[in-house]
T-cell receptor
Framework: QKEVEQDPGPLSVPEGAIVSLNCTYS??????FMWYRQYSRKGPELLMY????GNKEDGRFTAQVDKSSKYISLFIRDSQPSDSATYLC?????????????FGRGTSLIVHP | GAVVSQHPSRVICKSGTSVKIECRSL??????MFWYRQFPKQSLMLMAT?????????EQGVEKDKFLINHASLTLSTLTVTSAHPEDSSFYIC??????????????FGQGTRLTVV
């Protein structure tokens, strides 16, 4: 079992839909949870970052972490065609004095007009 | 936000030659840099972690003599793919964190370098 599992999709939704992206993980030591957005042939950009369990909201994006279930989610409200990208979850724990993120494989999201 | 610049964005080289990729932190001191490799529709695979002034720590299965990493200053790290072969063709991405910039818990990424070996 991989440390971080993420459905690669693709997930296709109409413009304006609420999108739910999820990851599960097995390492209970993970403390920091991130979501990155990656457009084709570009480096990932950090969208959201949360510590431990709970919710965090930023504009149309909401990140949720449920450590008891080892499950994290990213919700996108009022999705736009410009949201079409690959979304990678990442999580990290202290190792050797540093936090090195472990990434999911990414979910491809397509928002069609 | 913190800016990490990676150069070149795309390179094509002949088999057997070496290619150098640069990763720069533009507005903070990058004490730690990470180098990743990404195959199409696959996740980021960590190749190595480098701390400024120290030797890089390579992940299992990554050949340190083939992928030379130098992190000689707080703003620059380089990855050199030596004696490149077609199977080395991939998307290489760096990320950085450090003083005055993102914590290691939220590393920021460069734009990536698409390497094609012919």
């Amino acid at each position: 079992q991989k440390e971080v599992e993420q459905d690669p999709g693709p997930l296709s939704v109409p413009e304006g839909a609420i999108v739910s992206l999820n990851c599960t993980y097995s390492n209970s030591a993970f403390q920091y949870f991130m979501w990155y957005r990656q457009y084709s042939r570009k480096g990932p950009e950090l969208l959201m970052y949360t510590y431990s369990s709970g919710n965090k909201e930023d504009g149309r994006f909401t990140a949720q972490v449920d450590k008891s279930s080892k499950y994290i989610s990213l919700f996108i409200r009022d999705s736009q065609p410009s949201d079409s990208a690959t979304y990678l979850c990442a999580m990290s724990a202290m190792a050797g004095g540093s936090y090195i993120p472990t990434f999911g494989r990414g979910t491809s999201l397509i928002v069609h007009p | 936000g913190a800016v990490v610049s990676q150069h070149p964005s795309r390179v094509i080289c002949k088999s057997g030659t070496s290619v150098k990729i640069e990763c720069r932190s533009l507005d903070f001191q990058a004490t730690t840099m990470f180098w990743y490799r990404q195959f199409p529709k696959q996740s980021l695979m960590l190749m190595a972690t480098s701390n400024e002034g120290s030797k890089a720590t390579y992940e299992q299965g990554v050949e340190k003599d083939k992928f030379l990493i130098n992190h000689a200053s707080l703003t620059l790290s380089t990855l050199t793919v030596t004696s490149a072969h077609p199977e080395d063709s991939s998307f290489y991405i760096c990320s950085a964190s450090g003083i005055g910039g993102p914590r290691t818990t939220e590393a920021f990424f460069g734009q990536g370098t698409r390497l094609t070996v012919v």
